[in-house]
Nanobody, 122 residues
Framework: QVQLLESGGGLVQAGGSLRLSCAAS????????MGWFRQAPGKEREWVAA???????YYADSAKGRFSISRDNAKNTVDLQMNSLKPEDTAVYYC????????????????WGQGTQVTVSS
């Protein structure tokens, strides 16, 4: 049974930082591309960042220069370091896994976590 468990969300002031972590179990983690997505109230789920099984990182324009994705195949974890946070970053953040190339399309992912809330106050 595949499980993805996010942690690290919370309330932070604008300009602050948070580090999200996603712990995966029940899958051969090293062969999966991992993605981070977010969904704000009333909006569609949007891609934030992804990392390939080889460790290549990709970012949405909104995340470039502020967020950093990394993975630890020994620990089966993928992290998202978020700096210079803005109120518009407020959303539920989800990690997701898929075999093969990374994708920015939610439908391409096979497994999802339950999400962790990030709230950025102005």
């Amino acid at each position: 049974q595949v499980q993805l468990l996010e942690s690290g969300g919370g309330l932070v002031q604008a300009g602050g930082s948070l580090r999200l972590s996603c712990a995966a179990s029940g899958l051969r983690f090293s062969i999966y591309a991992m993605g981070w997505f977010r969904q704000a109230p009333g909006k569609e789920r949007e891609w934030v960042a992804a990392i390939s099984s080889a460790g290549n990182a990709y970012y949405a324009d909104s995340a470039k220069g502020r967020f950093s994705i990394s993975r630890d195949n020994a620990k089966n974890t993928v992290d998202l370091q978020m700096n210079s946070l803005k109120p518009e970053d407020t959303a539920v953040y989800y990690c997701a896994a898929r075999i093969g190339r990374y994708s920015y399309t939610p439908k391409a992912y096979d497994y999802w976590g339950q999400g962790t809330q990030v709230t950025v106050s102005s």
